[in-house]
């Protein structure tokens, strides 16, 4: 059983930066496509960013450049980097393994942008 812990949300103002961070357990993480998600309040989560096992990346339109995607499968992490956050961006943040059916899901990590 997969287990995945998300981490580095926070509060911060319109146009700050955030690093999230995601763990994952196990052994295979090195050959997992990660896929970033988030769900805002009264909506359905949506799609942020993927980055394949051998580090091509896609992001969603709305991105416009502010996000980034990493991972590092020394430490089984995977980034997802926000820039010019805006209240819109308002959402707990997921990540999980793109390669299981259904995917298994962290607590996520809360991102609230406020002035």
């Known amino acids: 059983q997969v287990q995945i812990v998300e981490s580095g949300g926070g509060l911060v103002q319109p146009g700050g930066s955030l690093r999230l961070s995601c763990t994952v357990s196990g052994s295979s993480f090195s050959s997992y496509s990660m896929g970033w998600y988030r769900q805002a309040p009264g909506k359905q989560r949506e799609a942020v960013a993927s980055i394949t096992s051998t580090g091509n990346t896609n992001y969603a339109d709305f991105v416009l450049g502010r996000f980034t995607i990493s991972r590092d499968n020394a430490k089984n992490v995977v980034y997802l980097q926000i820039n010019n956050l805006k209240p819109e961006d308002t959402a707990v943040y997921y990540c999980?393994?793109?390669?299981?059916?259904?995917?298994?899901w962290g607590q996520g990590t809360q991102v609230t942008v406020s002035s």
């Open positions: 999980t393994p793109m390669n299981y059916y259904p995917p298994p």
